[in-house]
C-alpha cells in the first residue's frame, strides 16, 4: 500500500479498531475548489513512549491554488478627491452623461410648442369674443351720449341723406324686447363703423338708401351679430309686432317689425330696395331694414328683419310709449 494511513494505537482492541473514527484516504475527500496540499516529510514525534510515530505536516499551498481564492475588490465609489476645480469637473462629466437624446429633446420642444401655439389661439379668441365687445361698447356708448349732449345744446333739425360724413353719427337706434341701445352712424365701413360697435346706414353708391325723415324709402342699417359690440347678436328674437325705435336730433320714429328672412346671399341688394324684396309688402312706404351676418361666428349669408313707421313723434313731446314701459 502506497497510500498513507495513521498508525494503530497499541491499545486499541480490535472492536475499537472496527468503530475507531478515523476516514481512509478513499473515505476523506477535499473539496473540489479547494486541492489538496502536498504532505512534506515526516517527523517523530518527541516524548511520546513506545516507538515513535512520524507526523506528517502539509506543505504551503502553491501560488495558483491561492490565486484560486483571491477577489479582487473595486474600490468603492466616494465623493470626488482634490479642490473646488476637481468637483466641478466631476460634476461637469456627471451632467454630460445625463444629456437627453436628440429625440428626447427634439419631442420636448415640440410639446412646448404646440402649448405655447395652443396658448395665444385661447388668448385670441378671449380677445375676439370677449374685449372686443368691451371696447366696441364702450366706444358705441360714448358715442351715443356725445350725439344727446349735442342735441340739447343745438336743439338741432334733421337733415337730408348726404349731408353726414363717413363714421359721423346722427341718430340712435332701440331695441326695447332686445335691451339694445347704439349709435347710428354714416356708412357701413368695418373699421369707421361696425367694428366701433356702431350700427351703420347703407348711404354710398349704389346701396344708397333713405333716411327716416324721408316721405318714402326703406331706411336701412347693418350691424355685427357677434363680437365687436354685437347691437344685432339677437335680432332673430324679434317677432311680429315687436318695436324698434330711431331718435334723431329732433324726432323719435316708431317701426314695427312685421317679418324676417333668415338666409339669404350676401350678394341679395334687393332686401333693402325702396321696396324690399321678400318683404310682402306691395307698395312704396316708409320701412326699415335690419342687415346682419348668420350663421353665428360667421359672414356666409345675411340675416334680414324688416319693420315699418308706425309713429313719428317730435322730442321735445317726449319719448315714445316704446321706450316709456
Not at 420636448?108 to 396658448?119: D, M, P, S, Y
Not at 325705435?245 to 330696395?273: C, H, K, W
Request: net charge positive.
Amino acid at each position: 500500500m502506497t497510500s498513507l494511513r495513521p498508525e494503530r494505537d497499541p491499545w486499541l482492541t480490535p472492536q475499537d479498531t472496527e468503530q475507531s473514527p478515523w476516514l481512509t484516504p478513499q473515505q476523506h475527500q477535499e473539496p473540489s475548489w479547494y486541492p489538496a496540499a502536498p504532505m512534506g516529510p515526516t517527523e517523530p514525534v518527541a516524548g511520546a513512549e513506545g516507538p515513535a510515530r512520524a507526523v506528517s505536516q502539509p506543505l504551503p499551498p502553491e501560488d495558483h491554488a491561492t490565486m484560486t481564492l483571491r477577489r479582487v475588490r473595486e474600490p468603492a465609489a466616494g465623493p470626488p478627491t482634490g479642490g473646488r476645480a476637481e468637483r466641478r469637473k466631476a460634476a461637469r462629466r456627471a451632467q454630460r452623461a445625463r444629456k437627453d437624446s436628440v429625440g428626447v429633446i427634439v419631442s420636448r420642444l415640440t410639446g412646448e410648442l404646440f402649448i405655447t401655439v395652443g396658448a395665444l389661439m385661447l388668448l385670441f379668441v378671449a380677445y375676439q369674443l370677449w374685449w372686443t365687445n368691451v371696447i366696441a361698447q364702450r366706444q358705441a356708448g360714448g358715442a351715443a351720449n356725445n350725439l344727446q349732449h349735442a342735441w340739447e345744446e343745438s336743439g338741432g333739425e334733421d337733415r337730408a341723406a348726404g349731408a353726414f360724413s363717413p363714421g359721423q353719427g346722427f341718430a340712435i337706434i332701440y331695441i326695447p324686447k332686445l335691451d339694445v341701445k347704439a349709435p347710428i352712424a354714416e356708412g357701413i365701413g368695418k373699421h369707421k363703423v361696425l367694428d366701433r360697435g356702431m350700427v351703420g346706414h347703407y348711404a354710398e353708391g349704389p346701396l344708397k338708401t333713405a333716411m327716416p325723415w324721408d316721405a318714402k324709402g326703406n331706411f336701412s342699417l347693418a350691424g355685427h351679430r357677434n363680437t365687436h359690440g354685437e347691437p344685432f347678436r339677437y335680432v332673430n328674437r324679434l317677432r311680429p309686432g315687436d318695436k324698434i325705435v330711431v331718435e334723431t336730433s329732433s324726432t323719435f320714429y316708431t317701426y314695427e317689425m312685421t317679418s324676417r328672412l333668415d338666409q339669404t346671399p350676401p350678394a341679395n341688394v334687393g332686401v333693402i330696395a325702396p321696396v324690399p324684396v321678400g318683404s310682402g309688402f306691395q307698395g312704396p312706404g316708409r320701412y326699415l331694414t335690419l342687415t346682419t351676418c348668420t350663421p353665428e361666428f360667421t359672414s356666409t349669408y345675411r340675416m334680414i328683419v324688416w319693420g315699418k313707421m308706425v309713429d313719428e313723434r317730435p322730442r321735445s313731446k317726449g319719448r315714445p310709449d316704446a321706450l316709456v314701459g
